[in-house]
């Protein structure tokens, strides 16, 4: 979605907030723009389109002396919510006296009545956006108080999310910062600070970053971050790490960060459940959940929501502590759960997964949940992040920074965590010693199954180059399948921009079936798992209607790959791991054919990285 940088201090500001932007890229956005100061005067390009488009015209537009001058600015990346991707809608905006630019990530929920009482004191706005409006907003309070103090009292009359960053004309060292419910960190540099929407944009260039609490205002100059709540009263926000480095939001080699984010995956599971394995006590230590044995036998219920692809893990998590730890475990669109009342009790406990850890409806169940008085725990690869400080409790992926749009590893890794906690449960009910150790020592086997799928890329290239002219998919599986079939279905809509639909191996013959024809391919889960045998029927079914098959069978499946079209053999592995290499199989898949179909792999079109809006 949005993205935000910023950048104060002795060098020149433009080539800075250009290449931090960059990083920014993968987050999706359809415009861009800078603001710098120079000489009091605040000078401002934007257009519709790339930020190479933005960089071309800083170069023809502006003089040397501004690209290389200016040593205090800020950007923004803008994923069009109010107005379409023109230049007026693109961020930066200006308020009326033009003095005080604003670049904004969220949504102002109360900008029309803000926008109504502005006219009506005779504002015009350039701009069809809600962001123009609280710059207006701020700009009419700052004509009676200092900059500070107005945007604090900005910050009380609005509603709805933000991360702002903000300069004015006549503080040429200084940007403007807030947050609430959309992230801003502060990357505290040797005499430079800056500021971003996202790690990604500056751990090039420090790792001593400040993370702003939600209702958190800061003041930012080369030397020092003065935070304050929205009542303008100081606040101390301690100086944290960054745990990854720069070759992390790079893609090291590799065409695409999602190429190179499917190969992590050994790497990215070793991190994920090192040191968090109990072979001996057979059983899992996941400290960050801080619940003893105590707690965790009086829930009743295990609620686990979150979107997309935390949604399709969730939905394996699930089965996981139904089968292991027998407590009853329902999923939900984090949306549909937030917005319908669910009924809840201090017995339940809310899992909310989220890569990010900053969708906007997984932030709000987590709200709803807690306010409804239930347990809460965050499954969460970004640390700091929204989910994660809000549920309190909770477990790391440990992944390292996802940047393609399409998820990958974090998917793998949130399996991880979910059977862990799932085993970790599990003790504290029916599962014995004998029966966890086992597990533990299935799930050591994680990363070097990973690798064993991750073999068969040459293979899996090659099918996707018979697989990638149709436009349409099914992709059916049963158990611990069906979740990767809806996963492996949106891994390929959302890069190859091919109609995919995921089924319930049994939900075929209830209607879908009828779309069934020689030009839509199936893509059978038929592992040699718990509903295998199933699975054979509803094969035969798809053949029958001529549709292709493309079957994922364990390796020696012999009776699966004389009815399909075409294979792909994966190790044999416990029914409770197999959703993860069924899963990365099908991320190459999906990979594969959109490259051959010349996709924009890790910007998918439409598609933001963090869902930061409802
Ligand atoms: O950061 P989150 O895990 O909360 O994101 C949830 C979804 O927006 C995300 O998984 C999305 O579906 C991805 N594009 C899937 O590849």
Not at 1 to 12: L, N, Q, S, T
Not at 313 to 322: I, K, L, P, S, T
Not at 526 to 540: C, F, S, T
Request: glycine share 8%; hydrophobic share 40%; net charge negative.
């Amino acid at each position: 979605m949005c993205g935000i940088v910023g950048y104060v201090g002795p060098r020149p500001a433009v080539p800075l907030l250009l290449s931090n932007l960059r990083r920014l890229e993968y987050r999706g956005y359809d415009s861009a723009g800078l603001a710098v100061l120079e000489d009091g005067t605040i000078h401002i390009l934007k257009t519709p389109g790339k930020i190479q488009r933005l960089a071309e015209l800083v170069e023809r537009e502006w003089p040397s002396r501004l690209r290389q001058g200016g040593s205090c600015g800020i950007a923004h990346t803008r994923w069009a919510t109010h107005g379409p991707p023109t230049r007026e809608n693109a961020h930066p905006h200006l308020d009326a006296s033009g003095r005080i630019a604003l670049v904004h990530n969220g949504i102002i929920d109360n900008y029309a009545d803000l926008r109504r009482r502005l006219v009506a004191r005779g504002h015009t706005f350039a701009s069809e956006t809600d962001t123009e409006v609280l710059a207006h907003w701020i700009g009419e309070l700052a004509r009676e108080s200092d900059l500070l103090a107005a945007l604090c009292q900005a910050l009380r009359d609005v509603e709805g999310t933000l991360g702002i960053a903000l300069v004015c004309a006549s503080d040429p060292d200084r940007i403007y910062v807030a947050r609430r419910g959309s992230p801003v960190v502060i990357g505290v540099g040797d005499q430079e600070t800056f500021v971003a929407s996202d790690p990604a944009a500056i751990v090039a260039h420090t790792k001593r970053v400040i993370y702003l609490d939600d209702d958190d205002v800061a003041v930012i100059t080369p030397t020092y971050v003065d935070v304050r709540t929205i009542h303008n009263v100081p606040v101390s926000r301690a100086v944290a790490e960054l745990e990854w480095d720069i070759h992390a939001a790079e893609k090291g080699g590799y065409p695409h960060f999602m190429l190179k984010e499917i190969h992590e995956q050994p790497e990215s599971l070793r991190n994920t459940i090192r040191g968090r394995l109990d072979p001996a006590g057979g059983t899992c230590k996941l400290g960050g959940l801080a619940m003893e044995p105590r707690e965790i036998a009086q829930f009743r219920r295990i609620v686990l929501v979150g979107c997309g692809t935390s949604l399709h893990a969730g939905m394996v998590g699930r089965m996981y502590f139904e089968d292991l730890a027998d407590i009853p475990a329902y999923v939900e669109q984090a949306a549909e759960f937030r917005y319908r009342n669910p009924i809840l009790t201090p017995h339940d406990l809310v899992v909310a997964i989220s890569q990010s850890g900053e969708t906007a409806d997984t932030i709000a169940a987590v709200r709803e949940a807690r306010l409804k008085g239930a347990a809460l725990a965050g499954i969460c690869n970004v640390v700091g992040s929204t989910v994660a400080r809000e549920t309190g409790r909770g477990v790391y992926l440990h992944a390292g920074p996802e940047i393609g749009v399409a998820s990958t590893k974090a998917f793998s890794s949130q399996v991880a965590v979910l059977l862990m906690m799932a085993v970790k449960f599990g003790r504290c009910h029916r599962l014995s010693s004998e029966e966890g150790a086992a597990l533990v020592r299935e799930i050591e086997r994680l990363p070097e199954l990973a690798a064993r799928v991750l073999e068969l890329n040459e293979t899996i290239a090659r099918l996707a180059e018979r697989y990638a002219d149709y436009l349409d998919a099914f992709y059916i599986g049963r158990g611990y399948m069906y979740p990767v079939a809806l996963e492996g279905a949106l891994k390929l809509k959302e890069i190859s921009y091919i109609h995919a639909e995921g089924y319930h191996a049994a939900e075929l013959k209830h209607g879908p079936i009828a779309l069934l024809d020689p030009q839509t391919p199936v893509v059978a889960l038929a592992l040699d798992i718990p509903g295998r045998d199933k699975m054979l029927g509803n094969i035969q079914e798809c053949r029958a209607r001529h549709a292709p098959v493309l079957a994922l069978i364990t390796e020696g499946d012999e009776v699966v790959a004389g009815m399909a079209q075409d294979v792909i053999r994966l190790p044999r592995c416990h029914e409770l791991l197999a959703p993860i290499p069924a899963t990365i199989a099908l991320q190459l898949f999906a990979y594969h054919v959109a490259r051959v179909r010349g996709c924009e792999i890790d910007q998918p079109r439409n598609l933001a990285k963090s869902v930061t809006v409802e």
